[in-house]
């Protein structure tokens, strides 16, 4: 069977319309728990929740990156409400594709009805901007280094996870992203 990735952005922008027109935003719940860090180091996988989301405050409610991945839409939806934005990237083949749900803070990318990945602007002590020998200071050796980017091993939970750091031609971080690999 092919996925046809047209008809699954039409249903989860539909989904995405309808579920949000009955959640209750004012019962949504965050998570204050720390997050797995690479190579031991006591850091944190956090991000800010954007205060348009849903009306979470961002100074009260640091948000566990490592937790979205493999939430579901209904579960998206209770804790963060409608997103900012939904869009597609592409991959490199068609089965690839991705539709992004982004609230300010990070973005959830879908596969199928579960997030495989997060990304976000900052996550254990590093940000966008800040340069390779920072990274690797803060995080010490990779599992895997490529030209652009470092790769991590994070704490498995129910599936493998990894943090990659994407860098610039300059050196410096220009993504981050928490994400299954077994994808």
């Known amino acids: 069977m092919k996925w046809n990735f047209g008809k699954s ?6 989904g995405s319309f309808l579920l949000g027109s009955v959640v209750n935003l004012s019962a949504q719940q965050g998570t204050n728990q720390e997050g797995n860090s690479p190579k031991g180091k006591d850091a944190r996988g956090t991000a800010p929740v954007s ?9 009260s409610m640091p948000l566990n990156l490592e937790d979205l991945v493999g939430i579901d839409l209904k579960e998206a939806f209770n804790r963060f409400g409608v997103p900012l934005s939904v869009y597609p990237v592409r991959g490199p083949q068609s089965w690839q594709d991705d539709v992004v749900f982004s609230y300010g803070g990070f973005d959830l990318y879908w596969y199928k009805d579960r997030v495989w990945q997060v990304g976000t602007s900052r996550a254990y002590g590093i940000q966008k901007g800040d340069t390779k020998e920072r990274v690797l200071a803060l995080l010490g050796e990779p599992i895997i280094i490529m030209d652009n980017a470092l790769v991590y091993a994070l704490t498995p939970k129910a599936w493998p996870l990894r943090l990659r750091v994407g860098f610039s031609a300059q050196n410096q971080v220009e993504s981050i992203y928490i994400y299954r690999p077994d994808f």
């Open 9 to 14: 952005l039409h249903l989860l922008l539909w």
């Open 51 to 59: 205060k348009e989301v849903g009306g979470v405050d961002s100074q």
